[in-house]
């Protein structure tokens, strides 16, 4: 990442609240065909998330703590503070003397930017205001948030327009969180009604939602040049399994996460 970071533009983008089991599912039953053409093998990656909920989770992610290998560590990390007696700090790890990421990279010259989605982002209260805070220019309006059906095409179109204004000589490192597969998202799928509420079933469906659209922002960032793309969950969630609901516990379909990274490259095409 010494090679990367200054180099190249960086982005990251949060699939708020995807289980990794109906993310794998999906990719292999090529239901997901965007995303699973930028995935290592055309497969995600299984993770623990360093979280059980958006804001515990990002805490982490922004302080370089990725979601974690599902295998025995320790695993080198990409991002990391200096600090002491750290076993994950490897040759390779960007290590910065900030707090956080996203101030490491704003001192490295990037702009960084967030497009926010769940309620963690929407600074209508103090709450609310610390995760955008972190960046030089956030963004958030009703129609990112859990209760848009097109809140993902709103959020890109507000990536494409904040793309569009920067210098092309600027690094950007752009975080997108994506709120369509947090609760609600039963009306991502035909049929289902706001009564009978959300279910795995519409949950895969809301992924399949992203997947029609994401092209567009990989396509928005590689035009400025190669980019450095994350692409994960935060946290994943639960729907009646073992008798658990939602998330914020400990839970397999909690704390297990698809994870990916690769480079989107100027001439790439779809």
Known sequence: MNDVVGRDDLLLVTLDTLRFDVA????????????????????????????????????AIFAGFLPTPATQGPHPRLFAARFGGSETTAEGTFVYDTPDLVSALAGAGYRTVCVGGVGFFNKQAALGSVLPGMFQESHWEPEFGVASPTSFEAQITRAEQVIAQLPPWRRLFLFVNVSALHQPNWFHLPGATREAGDTRATHAAALEYVDRHIER????????????????????????DDGWTGHRLGHEAVWTVPYAHFFLEPGDTP
């Open 24 to 59: 794998d599912e999906l990719a292999a039953a090529g239901r997901t065909p965007r995303l699973a053409r930028r995935l290592p093998g055309g497969r995600w990656e299984k993770r623990h998330a360093p979280g059980s909920f958006t804001y515990a989770s990002h805490q």
């Open 217 to 240: 922002l990989f396509t928005a960032m590689r035009r400025r040049g190669r980019c450095f793309a994350i692409v994960c969950s935060d946290h994943g969630t639960a729907y009646g």
